[in-house]
């Protein structure tokens, strides 16, 4: 079936600092990718997304590759904020093989202090 | 504009009580989903509908009751048999069929049992 794995554990780091959080899936095919964030209280936004190997996403200073080859999908920031404290979920979607169902890592809360 | 709502923003429930929570999109999506957030847990998904007067089961569907009699709308039930409600539940659409495309989510409502 289709899983995604998130790296554990909370990422605390200081402003201006890089910002990577580690995404790996399982799934057949060449499903695609995302990387949606959720701030506090609130329900989940699109952050970016690719859907072929090799196709790099990127909005707000953030980017992720979809590497075919290490069923990776890795999230980066090379200067991080106090405002992208947040929580940040990778997921797949796969539905040319018979599966339309989103599938999430558990995600990471990220702590960016001033 | 174009979205997703639901309601109310915050429940509470009596135990022993069922109570229904309201998704309505704009969108003209054909596929709905209803998901539960814990703490430390991720998304976990409840139920999903893929087009009208049809929805499947997700991952922890016991305790749990929907309906889709229209496109627009896909509300769910937190029955009295569902033992541990207390939780964050969003609601998501996206388009249908083999389409790759991103879901969007609502804001959420969270259920508190009292």
């Known amino acids: 079936g289709n899983s995604v794995t998130q790296m554990e554990g909370p990422v605390t780091l200081s402003e201006e600092a890089f910002l990577t959080i580690n995404c790996t899936y399982t799934?057949?095919?060449?499903?695609?990718l995302f990387w949606y964030v959720q701030y506090p209280g609130e329900g989940l936004q699109l952050l970016l997304k690719a859907t072929k190997a090799d196709d790099k996403g990127s909005n707000k200073g953030f980017e992720a590759t979809y590497r075919k080859e290490t069923t990776s999908f890795h999230l980066e920031k090379g200067s991080v904020q106090v405002s992208d404290s947040a929580v940040y979920f990778c997921?797949?979607?796969?539905?040319?093989?018979?599966?339309?169902?989103?599938?999430f890592g558990k995600g990471n809360q990220v702590v960016v202090i001033p | 504009d174009g979205g997703i709502t639901q309601s109310p923003k915050y429940l509470f429930r009596k135990e022993g009580q069922n109570v229904t929570l309201s998704c309505e999109q704009n969108l003209n999506h054909d596929a709905m989903y209803w998901y539960r957030q814990d703490p430390g847990q991720g998304l976990r998904l409840i139920y999903y509908?893929?087009?009208?007067?049809?929805?499947q089961k997700g991952d922890i569907a016991e305790g749990y009751s929907v309906s889709r009699e229209k496109k627009e709308s896909f509300p769910l039930t937190v029955t009295s048999a569902q033992k541990n409600p207390t939780a964050f539940y969003l609601c998501?659409?996206?388009?249908?069929?083999?389409?790759?495309?991103?879901?969007?989510f609502g804001q959420g409502t969270r259920l508190t049992v009292v």
């Open positions: 998501a659409s996206s388009m249908g069929g083999r389409e790759n495309t991103e879901a969007f």
């Open positions: 997921a797949l979607r796969n539905p040319s093989y018979g599966n339309n169902r989103l599938a």
């Open positions: 799934a057949t095919g060449y499903p695609s």
């Open positions: 509908s893929q087009i009208v007067n049809d929805f």
